[in-house]
Each structure stands twice: as C-alpha cells, then as structure tokens.
C-alpha cells in the first residue's frame, strides 16, 4: 500500500497578517538535513532553537505563523 501524502493546513488569515506586518518566516539550513526556522522584522531576527526533518520542516513553519496569528487575537 502506497504511503498517503501528508496534507498540511496552512490559515491564510495567519500568513496575510505575518506579510502585513511585516515577518519573514523561512527555513534555513547548514547541511540540506537539518533545518531550523528564522523569523525576521525590519532589522531583527531571531532564530528558533528547535531542529526539524526536511519532512517535519512545512508543518512548523505553519505553526509558527498561527503562533504570531494567535498572539495578536490574544490582545
């Protein structure tokens, strides 16, 4: 039986809200392997600690911008 792709649930008000305020949020890498996320503003960045699989890497970078998106309703 062929594996089933995973589907990853990406909330476009969440990605429309990090653009509009301006956050960059990518993934980078040193050996194609290993991957963490980088998050940008203007002149700041932070780069998170965890490491994610180049299969893991799409989901998190999605929960990171729920994150952001969560943060703001919060306020």
Sequence with gaps: MAKKKKIYSLNQDA????????????????????????????HQKAILEEVYSQKDIHQA????????YDKRKDK
Aim: glycine content about 2%.
């Design 15 to 42: 990605v429309k809200y990090c653009f509009k305020e301006g956050y960059k949020i990518y993934p980078i890498t040193e050996d194609n392997v290993n991957y963490r996320i980088e998050i940008s503003k203007a």
């Design 61 to 68: 970078i999605s929960d990171v911008y729920q994150r952001y």
